[in-house]
């Protein structure tokens, strides 16, 4: 794993996950955000290690961490929770419920990359990159998209909240069948994610105090880049079309996602939780 990638993925293990699952505002998940920090230490210890059983080791507990975090999507969908049987509420429910579950996916992968043995098929260098994928495209995309459904009840944003999940799993399912199908996840997930940004971008900004607008609008524009660049790699793939190296993907798409869209994101969405809690408290 290339020492940015590695920076990638400690962004994503130590603040993007803790901080999206306080923002989450789920107190069934208060435990296991707690407990994080005893996982996603030894995994980002992990990512320095030369490949092999010290590094698989740690690796693996930050896999159990992920694997607790993923069970408490199943009681929500085996149960039916009040949110998912509401049409204007599904769509965020299910966007939180992806939230919790692509971390256990990056966490195997992580596994897999750091024993150094292949994963259905797949080396080291794309299980390195799938990683920060579903830590970045995955739990923070979901994330936001569900919390900006939440907030901006609209056909969009249901819509946003429902193609992000779906282009997710679009994208993992083209792993296993092909590039056409990674293609049309990734179609899926741009439109998804470009109407995260619009809607950040017209709708969330406005009425916001100076910081809040700065790191908005910084996570929508960064968002429309980043998902155009995603777009352009997927085509070629599919087609042959010249298009960008994995290597500039990281420096560009992996390094926009994680600082320009998640971080800004996180941050953002914080000053807004901490504005309504403490508008709250005065009232």
Request: proline share 6%; aromatic share 6%.
């Amino acid at each position: 794993m290339s020492v940015l990638v590695g920076l990638i993925v400690m962004l994503g293990m130590l603040v993007i996950v803790p901080a999206g699952l306080r923002l989450a505002d789920v107190p069934e998940l208060d435990r296991v955000r707690r407990l994080w920090p005893a996982f996603a230490v030894p995994g980002a210890v992990s990512l320095w290690l030369p490949r092999g059983p010290a590094a698989t080791a740690l690796a693996l507990c930050y896999a159990l961490g992920a694997v607790l975090l993923a069970l408490h999507a199943l009681p929500r969908l085996v149960r039916r929770s009040a949110p998912l049987r509401t049409p204007r509420t599904a769509p965020a429910e299910i966007a939180l419920l992806t939230a919790l579950a692509t971390p256990a996916i990056a966490a195997t992968a992580l596994v897999a990359e750091r024993s150094g043995s292949p994963l259905f098929g797949f080396g080291p260098g794309i299980l390195a990159l799938t990683v920060p994928h579903f830590h970045f495209a995955g739990f923070a995309a979901a994330l936001v998209s569900g919390l900006l459904c939440r907030l901006v009840d609209s056909p969009a944003g249901r819509f946003a909240a429902l193609s992000v999940p779906l282009g997710t799993l679009l994208v993992l399912i083209g792993y296993f069948v092909g590039d056409w199908a990674e293609l049309a996840g990734a179609v899926v997930l741009t439109a998804g994610m470009w109407t995260t940004a619009l809607l950040t971008w017209r709708r969330l900004r406005t009425g916001r105090d100076r910081a809040t607008r700065l790191l908005l609008g910084t996570s929508a524009g960064v968002l429309a880049v980043t998902m155009a660049l995603a777009l352009s790699w997927a085509l070629g793939e599919a087609t042959g079309l010249p298009h960008p190296t994995l290597t500039w993907m990281a420096a560009t798409h992996g390094v926009g996602n994680a600082l320009g869209f998640a971080l800004c994101s996180v941050l953002a969405w914080k000053r807004l939780r901490d504005r309504t809690d403490h508008e709250g408290r005065i009232a």
